[in-house]
């Protein structure tokens, strides 16, 4: 005799939910304030508003509780914001077995399922960006700055008149080239199938992770079969690349890894740190698609920010054209000549800060109970992030936080014994981009903003640029994630002195 029949199964499932979601709602994190509704029918109010402008919540709970922990209610359940510097100073002295980086950016990416377990639970290859990679990047400059020249050739003809461009997909495909003639080098970075392979990688697994979070946690496993998009990119990208893999394998093997000739791109650096099953064909495959999309992902959208608020902002072109003709004039082209460029840094980390990849950042799992030093406590199991937006449009951080200064960092730094500080890769707890200052910090933003730096220089001095009605198209925000307007245009043609 079975327990529960084909036709009753629906009512139990549903059963299950409806009682689930109302202890949730009701009975967890009850000591913790709350933004937005919190009743068994309003939440799903609540779910659509944060999926359409989660900045209103963040932004409100922030001013309510700017020393609290809060919860909003999400399409993932409860989860918890916080903001101020002494909850960051909180986060940065818990150990890893309270409060995980490596779950929460986990979380973030549904890495084990958008990526693969190699990398959501071995990410080793953050060990060769963060060594060799951020050491050689004066060596590699050149290269760079070739296939910047290259590219913006190849996809921006420098034509009389005006021609309309497809801003964020144009300097996605810049991105693209530029940076994988430092992960796998020529020919791979000019192979327009390689190249398209990781472009469409990095989408999906933005898109497949955004997927996944409204399902229920226990059933990723199933939904990712289906929702998942990722996996074929694997199989077709070790097709092209296998040999390549195999011969620097061997000649690993056969010469020792510091042999005459041996290539100085990611690859190299990843084979000099990994071990065991580490150095596979599939692993390194992995490992390439994956700083791809570290790659692709936050330095296309910061270019185009940054483009988007010049087109609407022409005022501040001239300046920056002096700074940066003024410097490469007397020092050419190199890493030291953009490390030069105080205004070019300061527009790149005021446009972020305005605008960024997202309204929060350092996302933490709460591993086990945690108290923080104001004396709140969280138990285990929910994920906890920081409003870098609101940190970072508050009048107590900020003169003006709402006005648009691109030279505001520089004038900073311009001022007595503030010249190392305010940079764009400056760690600073008014500006948590790259994480909470010296703890878990982004391994890749040297090289980023190096890149980026590169791509911005090169295209305010060699086109003019502008929207056809000379307004910012309005961003593109769906709950955690902001984006420029992607279909937007911009107009280029071949700077006129």
């Known amino acids: 005799m079975e327990l529960i ?48 402008n989660a900045r209103t919540f963040l932004e409100e709970g922030y001013r309510k509780y700017p020393d609290t922990v809060f919860k909003i ?52 290859h953050a060990n060769a960006i963060r060594g060799p990679l951020t050491r050689n990047i004066t060596t590699i400059y050149p290269e760079m700055r070739e296939e910047t020249i290259a ?11 005006w021609i309309e461009v497809p801003a964020m997909e144009v300097l996605m495909r810049m991105v693209s080239r ?33 997927l996944l979070r409204f399902f229920p946690e226990i059933l990723r496993p199933f939904a990712a079969k289906i929702v998942c998009s990722t996996h074929g990119s694997y199989r077709r990208l070790r097709k092209i690349i296998e040999p390549m893999l195999q011969e620097r394998l061997d000649h690993d093997e056969q010469f020792g890894k510091s042999y005459a000739g041996r290539p100085k791109d990611l690859v190299s650096w990843l084979l000099e740190v990994a071990q065991g099953s580490q150095r596979s064909i599939r692993d390194l495959c992995i490992r390439i698609l994956t700083v791809n999309f570290a790659a692709l992902h936050t330095t296309t959208m910061t270019v185009t920010h940054v483009l988007f608020d010049l087109a609407t902002n022409p005022q501040y072109i001239d300046p920056l054209r002096e700074e940066i003709e003024t410097i490469t004039n007397e020092h050419g082209w190199s890493k030291t000549s953009l490390q030069k460029m105080r205004k070019l840094d300061s527009l790149m980390k005021e446009s972020t800060r305005m605008w960024g990849i997202s309204p929060v950042s350092s996302g933490r799992q709460v591993m086990k109970e945690f108290t923080f ?81 590169g791509i911005l220089a090169h295209l305010i001095t060699t086109y003019d640029f502008k929207f056809g009605d000379g307004q910012r198209p309005k961003n593109i925000e769906i709950a955690e994630g902001i984006s420029p307007n992607p279909t937007a245009k911009l107009l280029f043609r071949k700077r006129r002195l």
């Open 5 to 52: 029949s084909w036709r009753t199964l629906p009512i139990v499932v549903v059963a299950v939910y409806v009682v689930r979601r109302y202890f949730t709602i009701y009975h967890t994190l009850t000591s913790i304030p709350t933004i937005g509704p919190s009743g068994f029918f309003t939440t799903y109010w609540g779910i659509f508003h944060y999926l359409t």
């Open 73 to 124: 209610y999400t399409s993932t359940g409860w989860r918890l914001y916080a903001g101020g510097h002494a909850r960051l100073a909180d986060a940065k002295k818990a150990a890893d077995d309270e409060l995980s980086f490596i779950d929460g950016a986990n979380d973030s990416l549904q890495a084990e399922f958008t990526m693969g377990p190699e990398i959501a639970w071995d990410p080793y």
């Open 151 to 161: 590219s913006a050739t190849d996809h921006i003809p420098l034509t009389e008149d």
């Open 373 to 453: 030093s104001n004396g709140q406590v969280v138990p285990p199991g929910y994920i906890l992030n920081f409003t870098a937006s609101s940190i970072q449009r508050d009048e107590a951080n900020f003169e003006n936080p709402h006005e648009f200064r691109p030279f505001r960092f520089s004038d900073m730094r311009d001022e007595e014994g503030q010249g190392v500080f305010h940079s764009f890769v400056t760690l600073d707890p008014d500006f948590i981009l790259f994480g909470i200052p010296n703890r878990h910090a982004c391994p890749g933003r040297f090289f980023a903003a190096v890149e980026i730096k």
């Open 178 to 210: 530029i940076s994988n003639r430092m992960i796998v080098g020529l020919p791979f970075c000019h192979n327009q199938e390689f190249l398209d392979i990781n472009v469409k990688y990095t989408l999906r697994v933005i898109t497949s992770a955004t």
